[in-house]
């Protein structure tokens, strides 16, 4: 019975340590596979919905976290040290949200501080809490300098995202090589023309 198959192949994604895949998901997948001009019933793609759904979970793996949660942690004690904190060269991968085509780039983070910090690896982290998500560039840039700001109240925030989209490369206009530049300058950064230009220049911008 097919209730029945469906079951023992539950178990076995279990006992391999994977989730399983409803039913519609993988024939979601099934249909978008003909549909491209392949036959989802040929032996090398039997097991593809099954690996492209546990993909796009991971993909999107943005959405089961709180991207504020990693900023919880700060430290008050920072020895006097009251200059810019910059992360830069960050990568990292999104989707687009337009044709859930990757989005590869390089993040990079500042802040200026007011009484506390954070471990520096959870800047990263918020960038790829938002990142794996469907996203446009802009939103994403600006939702990662926002939960800085929120989280930390310092006294600016700086985001800068360059970004290659391969709806870009792969299809459509097929222009290879295009970066995407979007910032988010908040506070400080934003008001102040001597520390907007030093957070730029330090960016590499
Ligand atoms: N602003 C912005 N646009 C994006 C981003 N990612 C993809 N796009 C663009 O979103 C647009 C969607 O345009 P549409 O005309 O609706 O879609 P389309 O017919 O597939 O467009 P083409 O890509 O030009 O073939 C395209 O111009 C994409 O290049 C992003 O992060 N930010
Ligand atoms: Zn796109």
Redesign the pocket.
């Known amino acids: 019975m097919a209730h029945d198959h469906l079951h023992d192949e539950d178990d076995d994604d279990l006992a391999r340590g994977k989730e399983p895949v409803p039913h519609d998901v993988q024939e979601a997948i099934r249909t978008l596979i003909r549909w491209s001009g392949d036959d989802p019933a040929r032996e090398g793609l039997l097991d593809t919905p099954k690996r492209v759904a546990r993909a796009w979970k991971e993909y999107c793996q943005g959405y089961g976290e709180d991207p504020s949660a990693h900023l919880a942690r700060q430290f008050e004690e920072v020895g006097g040290y009251n200059e810019l904190v910059l992360l830069k060269d960050i990568p990292f991968q999104s989707h687009?949200e337009?044709?859930m085509a990757p989005?590869v780039g390089k993040a990079a983070i500042a802040y200026l501080p007011r009484h506390k910090v954070v471990g520096i690896s959870k800047l990263a982290r918020v960038l790829h809490a938002y990142a794996r998500r469907l996203?446009?560039?802009?939103r994403l840039t600006s939702e990662v300098a926002q939960c800085i700001w929120d989280a930390l109240k310092p006294h600016g925030v700086a985001v800068v995202i360059e970004a290659q989209?391969g709806?870009?490369t792969g299809r459509?206009?097929r222009t290879p090589g295009v970066g995407m530049v979007t910032s988010r300058l908040i506070g400080t950064f934003l008001e102040d023309n001597r520390s907007r230009k030093e957070v730029l220049s330090l960016m590499g911008y």
């Open positions: 687009c337009h044709h989005i996203q446009i560039q802009e989209h709806c870009m459509g206009v």
